[in-house]
């Protein structure tokens, strides 16, 4: 049921902060370390792994995206990411020493399960990161990391994309616990800000009915553009797509720093592009570099929509409209600068008279190839 909201994916973006609590529930212990008992792959065979391989869809693929950053940078073992449908029909090179993580909400979607099969064949070993206990996905994996999101109705993922980010992050970090990098600190530092972060998504939930006028007032545009860096650049490629899923807008993400490749070119005079921008205080070159970007898209004309940190100054003579949202650490900040999107895109497509939760020609969990 919808409990009191319109929709259910109203519901489900507010049991976001209520989903990543579940999510972690029990997988941290009293001293602050990971147990992740139900990933039956043994520690012996996690300091083996040489290669993480990472295959999913639309949104979960967004996940991945993200969980690459994280994985690079606490384990040192490189990580691919792969859209599942484009997957075995390449010749991937895999082996039992490559990790394959599966992340599908339904547990269902047949381009993820061939991709994993194929996986298998080779003899690699495949983490699911799922949401639905029992489906296919999971039963056919080497071991699974189920989230703890409970059902998602609406078409559109929210309350399972900001869970299989925790999941991707917990992965990340226990991988780096078991095999001990330099980064040792810093994980346990991060593993406690983890632990706080639903109460982050809940302030920023609180803050959103500026997000929803702003969406209302846009209701008759054609285009919106997304820009972001680094964990920032998945954010936006969401963003976009949930723009297309529900609002059936021209919408794209961007890298910020390719816009000078091509992109800066679809600039005009009034068009809305959302930006991304990362924490001053962690990779503030790159918080440098984007605010050069959004003086020169508005130097364009564009109408900015910037989502920033809490406290940086910098950005805000140039924001047309300022999305504000909490200081987190760098990598984990997708989990709080993805809700404003999804509550701009489901008040942009309920404005412009769409069905929010069954929107025209997808369907929740797509069984074909
Ligand atoms: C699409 C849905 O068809 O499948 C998306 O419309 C979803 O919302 C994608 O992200 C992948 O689904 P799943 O269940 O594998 O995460």
């Known amino acids: 049921e919808k409990g009191g909201y319109d929709y259910f994916m109203l519901k489900e973006i507010a049991e976001q902060p209520k989903a990543v609590a579940d999510t972690l529930l029990g997988r941290i212990d009293a001293a602050g370390s990971l147990t992740l008992d139900e990933v039956r792959i043994s520690t012996a065979e996690l300091r083996e792994v040489d290669k993480v391989v990472i295959v999913a869809c639309g949104t979960a693929f967004h996940a991945g995206l993200i969980a690459k950053y994280a994985i690079e940078h606490w384990t040192r073992i490189p990580c691919e990411v792969e859209l599942a449908s484009e997957f075995r029909y390449r010749d991937p090179i895999l082996d039992p020493r490559t990790l394959v993580i599966a992340i599908s909400q339904s547990g269902e979607t047949m381009d993820t399960l061939m991709a994993l099969r194929h996986a298998r064949e080779q003899g690699s ?55 001990g990098t330099k980064w040792g600190d810093e994980i346990r530092a991060v593993i406690r800000d983890l632990s706080k972060i639903s109460q982050e998504v809940e302030r920023v939930l609180k803050t959103m009915e500026p997000v929803r006028e702003l969406a209302r ?25 949930k723009l297309k899923e529900l609002a059936y807008m021209h919408a794209e993400g961007f890298a910020a720093g390719e816009l000078k490749h091509g992109p800066i070119a679809l600039i005009e005079k009034d068009l809305p592009v959302v930006v991304v921008v990362p924490s001053p205080r962690g990779r503030s070159v790159l918080h440098d570099k984007i605010v050069s970007n959004i003086q020169e898209i508005r130097a364009r004309g564009a109408r900015t929509i910037v989502i920033a ?38 008040e942009l497509a309920t404005a412009r008279g769409n069905e929010v939760d069954q929107p025209r020609n997808l369907a929740k969990s797509v069984t074909v190839e």
């Not at 409970?150 to 399972?160: F, I, L, N, R």
């Not at 047309?320 to 809700?339: E, K, S």
């Open 125 to 179: 070993k495949v983490l699911a990161i799922c949401n639905t206990n029992g489906s296919t996905i999971p039963r056919e994996s080497d071991a699974v990391l189920y989230t703890h999101a409970g059902p998602e109705v609406a078409v559109a993922s929210t309350k399972a994309f900001l869970t299989q980010l925790v999941a991707c992050y917990l992965v990340a970090l226990y991988l780096g616990q078991v095999r």
């Open 309 to 346: 940190e809490e406290g940086d100054e910098a950005v805000a003579p140039y924001a047309d409209h300022l999305i504000r949202i909490p200081a987190t650490p760098t990598l984990l900040q997708p989990l709080v600068a993805t809700v404003p999107l999804q509550v701009f895109a489901c």
């Open 217 to 241: 007032s846009l209701a008759t545009k054609n285009t919106v553009l997304f820009l972001g860096r680094h964990v920032g650049y998945p954010v936006a490629l969401e963003g976009a797509l």
